[in-house]
């Protein structure tokens, strides 16, 4: 049996679906009407013989092989984009000045910087791991070139590369002591998660203790992982040995952003969100 290409403009319109919510925002996003985004997933569902998408009277969502479909469609379409870029883009060279604040590492930083590296080969990237404001802060006195990180509520600098769900998180075996404050592992006072979990728990009546602080994530996720206390982290983050734990107050979400170059006027900025989106 031959197997058949999949085409990789059907794939975008599929993607776009995935991640607008809908074929009438997707179709707004590719300049495209409703019917014709419709259509382009109608044609992939046909090719593959299953169907991506349960449609619903107010959203799509992804089923099952839609969701294995969606991580080979986004690695389609990042190497297309690397290949394409890395013969059709003008060159590129010299220094790029990272700032990255730590939610997006590992796992979104490295696979991401390794297919821009090899798409900008002239460019010498050196990146920074921070937190977002103090690197923001670097932004402003040019110390940087660019930075990604979260953007507080009510912001509107930046540009969304996506957005997270915020949760509490500890080890699978934690047990607060009925007796006792809810033990919390924090980042230093000025993070935005800490800020909105004290507020929430305050709220909510809850007695809290912050009984861990490190400047690091990964400090904080150490702390969470031993057992030693709760945390709160964006869910696309989520370490392992770590589960999000529910009765406590919701967090909401949190978008994560690209900041120092709102105009998108830098060649550098669209394949780098584009790199970013494709391992989000």
Known sequence: MRIPDLDLDLLRGFVTVAERGGFTAAGVALGLTQSAVSLKVKRLEDLLGKPVFTRGPKQVVLTREGETLLAYARRMLALNEEAVRRFVAPPVAGRLRLGVADHFVPRHLAPALARFARTWPDLRIEVEVGRSHELRARLAREELDLVLGKRRDGETEGRVIFTEAVVWVAAPDFEPARDRPLPLAMLPQGC???DRALTALARAGIAFEVVYTSPSLMGIAAAAQAG?????????????????????????????????????????????????RAVG
Do not use: Y
């Open 192 to 194: 935005m998660f800490r």
């Open 228 to 276: 030693f206390a709760l945390s709160v982290l964006g869910r696309t983050g989520l370490p392992e040995g770590l589960v999000e734990r529910d009765g406590l107050p919701p967090l909401g979400t949190a978008e994560m952003c690209i900041f120092g170059d709102a105009a998108g006027q830098s060649p550098l900025v669209e394949p780098l969100l584009h790199e970013l």
